[in-house]
């Protein structure tokens, strides 16, 4: 009997009912499911009968048997099943000589004979280089031009109210108390209190 080859990149989702395995890309770990196989009836009285007389019947059910017991008949059908299962996956991978991963037609390069781990296609790199780029030159750009108003800084923002501390908005008297909002202008320049001048007192810059 032939060892049963292309076995690592699967997940076996057989039950006593029957067989079904599911084949993944080892690079993107997309994949296909296989169609389910009805394992033939007489396997699943086998099994049943192997349950009750190894555990003396403490096990009825179909969940415990396949955990428990499977017998000699059901594990063969199993292998036939998995041998048809690869041969109906098998044309949808290729094996990369490189580094023995199983991958589908989108982490191939057939160009290269290679999977794209190994041989990246250049032409999806250079679109993917220009984005790159492009967004880096983007937040550069964005960096450079002023996007906060200079005159909204030449006087002290008060949040809060002096006397109750409650939230003033940018009003010029408090809405829960009437208390007036102080505020300080401050020189565009050097920032020096300007006590609302035309002409800052510390260095003269006009405001």
């Known amino acids: 009997m032939a060892l049963i080859q292309f076995v690592r990149n ?28 009805d394992a033939p009836a007489n396997l699943l009285t086998d099994v ?22 499977r017998s000699a008949a059901w594990e063969k059908a199993r292998d036939d099943a998995f041998r048809r299962a690869i041969e109906q996956a098998k044309p949808h991978f290729t094996k990369c000589k490189r580094c023995g991963h199983w991958v ?16 990246p296609d250049l032409d999806t790199e250079y679109s993917v280089a220009q984005t790159e ?3 880096e030159q983007a937040r550069e750009k964005a960096r ?28 010029k008297f408090c809405p829960e108390c009437g208390t007036p909002v102080k505020r300080v202008a401050k020189c565009k320049k050097c920032g020096a209190d300007t006590g609302g001048a035309k002409f800052c007192p510390e260095c003269g810059t006009k405001q």
């Open 133 to 135: 780029a492009a967004i």
């Open 144 to 171: 450079g031009v002023e996007y906060v108003k200079t005159e909204k800084f030449k006087e002290t923002i008060v949040a809060t109210c002096s006397n109750c501390g409650a939230d003033v908005k940018g009003a």
């Open 104 to 119: 589908d037609a989108d982490c191939w390069n057939p160009d290269r004979g290679l999977c794209k781990d190994c041989a």
């Open 48 to 69: 049943l009968g192997a349950a009750g007389s190894i555990f003396g019947g403490l096990f009825s059910t179909a969940a415990d048997v396949g955990q428990r017991a």
């Open 10 to 37: 699967h997940n076996d989702l057989s039950t006593d009912r029957g067989f079904q395995f599911e084949f993944f890309c080892d690079r993107c770990g997309n994949g296909y499911q296989t169609d389910f196989q």
